[in-house]
């Protein structure tokens, strides 16, 4: 049988419909799909096939998912790591309302570089970001051949730039990127989230939808104690009654963090067949209150809401690795409530197909099935790290890494084989983030250094700050407050 490229007397971890797993298996590729998924036979080597690659020692998988995360300021990693909550906090809004005035493209075009670059060495074959200018995201992860939903942040209440302007620059983006690449770069509609929205720029967002009727809609949603509050302060009794007014509460939405979620919204959202994508690391990083119950996921998945793993802001917790998203999620629920909220084969389901179905593209990727696109990574299990190799997806949820990953494939090309990245000059990547970095300390007097970083001063900072939208939300969330305690 002819092949693009042949992998033979590998194991292979189908996460199929019955979570197959070969001890030696052959996966065949052809015109960027899955042709053959077998055991494999003893004269596979011999397949003719424009690449051959000998799986012995090797573990083939579906690639991974990131079903939410954001990716503009990945050369920052490092500079949020050591900062209180509230230096993290105002320093990052006040970088993001520079780049919302289309300031620092220096910058954000070499994240989106080095995004790329790391998510790719690391098995991450599709990204859901949201971002404030996404174009060179779209055009990045495109050109190195990786797969990626991207949108335009939408608020009326995070930053300064007029409401209009915002949804001028959606409708350009989505016209030019939704659908290219071969299909591999979508287009998303992104309210920012369900407390710095007015129920006029949701109003507006549906709107947007509604033009738009084949794109996701993707928000953070149930994240914070501030977001009913806001949700009533917008004149809903909470957020998924707010979304289910203008028409947003259905299988096109994709909700990040959905933390706060109780048994209610968990009913819902199941009904209207919405999505979740569930970020731990960046809860367990930068936990505002211990009290505050933890993301619902068992009984999410349980209800048959599609549950993703994200990595979230990567460069707040200074971690590209996915793979550690899903150990994250057992040992934080474990620790939040018992042992045993997770079998190992959920969190891999979790890391792949799993968030595909919640991205909407769960028919062409997320599993080695014949007929699919064919996204697949290819892991050395040969390591002492894996010795004995004893219960494979325990092995993938609690002991990969990004270093384990050897050979990259999506769409049926090869993105990376044995360690070496064939559509990426990595050594040039490093100089452009390396050149933005020191022209953006030089710029704003961020101190980032090999033993730290240090922000500019609290006065400087403050300065620096959206002012209009920011005062808005906060004069609305103490009014609420006030309302909440002393109904009118």
């Known amino acids: 049988m002819d092949a693009d490229i042949a992998i033979h007397d590998a194991y292979v971890l189908t996460v199929d419909d019955r979570n197959r797993l070969y001890e030696r298996g052959t996966v065949l590729i052809e015109d960027g799909r899955l042709t053959d998924v077998r055991a494999s036979r003893d004269d596979d080597a011999d397949i003719d096939a424009t690449r051959v690659i000998d799986g012995e020692g090797k573990l083939v998988m579906p690639g991974l998912v990131n079903a939410h995360t954001h990716l503009e300021l990945t050369p920052l990693i490092g500079a949020f790591s050591d900062l209180d909550l509230t230096e993290m906090m105002s320093g990052m809004t006040a970088i993001f309302g520079h780049i919302a005035e289309g300031e620092y493209d220096y910058l954000t075009e070499a994240g989106y570089e080095l995004a790329a670059l790391n998510f790719l060495a690391g098995g991450v074959t599709t990204v859901n970001s949201m971002d404030v200018r996404p174009s060179a995201g779209a055009e990045t992860f495109g050109e190195v051949g990786l797969r990626g939903f991207f949108g335009v942040a939408l608020s009326d209440l995070f930053w300064d730039v007029p409401v209009d302007d915002q949804f001028a620059r959606a409708r350009e983006f989505i016209d030019e990127y939704h659908d290219t690449y071969d299909g591999r770069i979508r287009a998303t509609i992104n309210p920012h989230d369900d407390w710095s929205c007015t129920h006029e720029m949701w109003e507006r967002t549906a709107g947007l939808a509604a033009e738009y009727p084949d794109l996701l809609v993707h928000t953070h949603l149930l994240e914070l104690e501030a977001s009913s509050k806001m949700a009533r302060s917008n004149g809903a009794d909470d957020s998924l009654a707010l979304l289910d007014d203008v028409g947003l509460l259905d299988d096109r939405l994709v909700a990040a963090h959905f933390r706060l979620a109780d048994g209610e919204d968990i009913r819902r959202t199941a009904e209207a067949d919405a999505s979740v994508a569930h970020c731990p690391s960046i809860f367990c990083y930068w936990n505002t209150d211990g009290d505050v119950q933890w993301t619902p996921v068992p009984e999410l998945r349980d209800a048959g809401v599609d549950v993703g793993l994200g990595i979230d802001d990567h460069y707040w917790h200074d971690s590209y ?58 892991l050395d299990v040969e390591k002492p790290k894996f010795t004995p190799l004893t219960n494979i997806p325990a092995q993938v949820a609690n002991n990969a890494a990004p270093a384990d990953v050897e050979t990259v494939i999506v769409d049926g090309n090869v993105l990376m084989q044995n360690g070496e990245i064939e559509t990426m000059d990595a050594e040039a990547v490093r100089e452009q983030v390396e050149s933005a970095v020191d022209r953006f300390a030089s710029e704003t007097d961020w101190e980032l250094g090999i033993g730290g970083s240090e922000p500019p001063s609290k006065v400087d900072v403050a300065r620096d700050l959206p002012k209009r939208g920011p005062a808005q939300l906060l004069g609305r969330l103490a009014f609420q407050s006030i309302e909440d305690k002393y109904p009118f």
């Open 321 to 378: 690795n996915l793979f550690g998203e899903a150990r994250q999620a057992r040992l934080a629920a474990n620790l939040k409530r018992s042992t045993g909220q997770y079998h190992s084969m959920e969190l891999v389901r979790m890391l792949t197909i799993e968030g595909a179905e919640a991205l909407g593209v769960g028919d062409e990727i997320g599993s080695i099935e014949s007929g699919k696109r064919a996204d697949v990574i290819v």
